[in-house]
């Protein structure tokens, strides 16, 4: 039996992640998981994602297969203690830390690890580590020849307001384009999604897991309009808005979160009854009530 215990700092940032992604919809119920495709996509070796997938499987979301690896049973129960279980590394208190000086414009968008040291009191060999952890999920680089730079983000509140209005335009556009025509199973994954996060206690969810239902959400919905263009915008406003959405997580209030669950699950009942005009409405009050 593997327990919380035996899991190193790595292997809980590990975890997190991937209760993010079960939590998030990445998996249906019964399909089967690579250790070794899971390892690149997290960006580490297939030893310690198997470590914490036997872990998991004491958690009852994946189920072992001889010989064959590991099948995805269900997303954490939503009264599991996740903070309890999977205590806070150094690395994530950072993450976390950093994420929310540069949502918030405190620190710049090209930095040092020297600079980011001092500013945060801890070692370089820390701060690298977590620089390392932005540039696996897209969110920085190394500069050539020296320091890091963030990706480009929404760190004022004019950007934000921008983004909510280009966005208005192109995902509602994007239910009003005559080629609109949603897909049965993606509609009914997005259905049972949203339903999960509107069930679940606001404790039992954390905010990359409720940033990429969000972003999977739109991306999905606009991608029914058959229209790269307008999948490409979207796509990349969502990397847009990643950190500071991440960030803001933790100033959300629960009936913050379920109004937008209950948003989302509107705006699908209207695609699926195929009143498109409706669900367009829905749609550009929920994208304004959050620009406002």
């Not at 404790?203 to 606009?222: K, M, P, Q």
Request: net charge neutral; proline share 3%; aromatic share 8%.
């Amino acid at each position: 039996m593997v327990t919380q215990c035996s899991l190193s700092d790595l292997q809980v940032e590990l975890a997190r992640k991937i209760i993010a992604l079960a939590q998030s919809g990445h998996w249906q119920k019964g399909e089967h998981v690579s250790e070794l495709r899971l390892a690149g996509q997290l960006g580490t070796s297939r030893s310690p994602v198997r470590h914490v997938l036997q872990f998991m499987e004491e958690l009852g979301v994946f189920t072992r297969i001889p010989n064959a690896g590991f099948r995805f049973k269900a997303p954490p129960s939503t009264g599991l203690e996740l903070e309890a279980l999977l205590p806070r590394s150094e690395i994530e208190e950072l993450y976390q830390k950093i994420m929310i000086a540069r949502a918030s414009g405190h620190i710049g968008r090209e930095v040092s690890e020297t600079e980011l040291a001092q500013h945060f009191g801890v070692t370089r060999g820390a701060i690298r580590r977590t620089l390392m952890r932005f540039a696996n999920s897209g969110l920085a680089e190394r500069r050539t020849g020296h320091g890091w730079q963030f990706a480009e983000t929404l760190d004022n509140r004019t950007a934000i307001n921008e983004s909510y209005a280009f966005r208005i335009i192109i995902e509602c556009g994007a239910l009003r384009d005559p080629g609109f025509n949603p897909v049965p199973e993606q509609l009914d994954a997005l259905r049972e999604q949203q339903a999960r996060l509107l069930e679940a206690p606001l404790a039992g969810i954390s905010g990359a897991a409720w940033f990429d239902a969000n972003a999977h959400f739109h991306a999905t919905v606009v991608s029914w309009a058959r229209n790269r263009f307008l999948s490409e915008a979207i796509e990349r406003q969502n990397k847009l808005r990643q950190m500071t959405e991440v960030a803001e997580f933790t100033s959300l209030t629960e009936t913050r979160v379920k109004k937008a669950s209950r948003d989302h699950l509107d705006i699908l009942a209207a695609i699926a009854a195929r009143d498109y005009v409706s669900a367009a409405d829905i749609l550009y009050d929920h994208l304004r009530r959050d620009r406002d």
